[in-house]
């Protein structure tokens, strides 16, 4: 089972509102990834959680904050975004520490800010 | 930071013709994946590929990773509608711990019937 779980699917939101991205995971995987995917351009790392501690922060704005509640989990909370903010958000998660380094990728979740 | 270059960019073939994507690179990476998204979906893992000179297949998609572990192709033979979508390769450096990948910028692969 590689499966990795977003949702929302699809969220639409205003510049002021409040709302969480969820990722989940089921294999065991202790190293967690968000990555903002613009049209036909390849995924950009946003943050990297390992062992449920922030390893990695791509000097993303504060108006994306990240939480990993425990390891089969990953939050992104979203406050204040700007119409520039619309992406594709994709979760992955890999093994840590045994040299697999294959990324497995969820479904993403469509965000348009208005 | 470790360039990984993609061609081409776009393809556009009929049915039942062949295709090579290439990803190049002037460093050396641990291991690389091939991806195929498709619009508002994940990236689809396809393959990884660890060893110098490895050659993988997927029913009709040939994947080689170079010698020296610095560029990889992926091959289709006899593309079908089916095989339409964003290819995406991704490196894994070679002392990146937190497994950080370089994407390449992608090729969109269209299929006609």
């Known amino acids: 089972d590689t499966e990795v779980t977003q949702t929302p699917k699809h969220l639409v939101m205003g510049m002021t509102n409040k709302k969480s991205l969820k990722c989940e995971q089921h294999m065991g995987h202790r190293a967690m990834y968000w990555y903002k995917q613009k049209a036909k351009k390849p995924p950009e790392l946003m943050f990297v959680y390992s062992y449920e501690k922030l390893s990695i922060n791509e000097s993303v704005p504060s108006r994306f904050s990240p939480e990993c509640p425990n390891s089969s989990l990953l939050n992104l909370h979203l406050h204040a975004l700007q119409p520039e903010d619309s992406a594709l958000y994709l979760c992955?998660?890999?093994?840590?520490?045994?040299?697999?380094?294959?990324?497995?990728f969820g479904p993403g979740t469509r965000l348009l800010v208005l | 930071t470790q360039l990984l270059e993609q061609s081409p960019q776009f393809l556009s073939i009929q049915e039942g013709e062949n295709l090579t994507v290439y990803c190049n690179s002037s460093s050396v990476f641990s291991s690389l994946q091939w991806y195929r998204q498709e619009p508002g979906e994940g990236p689809v893992l396809l393959v990884t590929v660890v060893t110098g000179g490895e050659v993988k297949k997927l029913k009709r998609l040939t994947f080689q990773f170079g010698d020296a572990r610095k560029d990889s192709s992926l091959h289709i033979t006899a593309a079908q509608p089916g095989d339409t979508g964003l290819y995406l390769c991704a490196g894994a450096g070679k002392d990146d711990s937190w497994g950080k990948l370089q994407f390449g910028a992608g090729t969109q692969v269209v299929v006609t019937p």
């Open positions: 992955a998660s890999r093994p840590q520490g045994n040299g697999e380094e294959t990324q497995y």
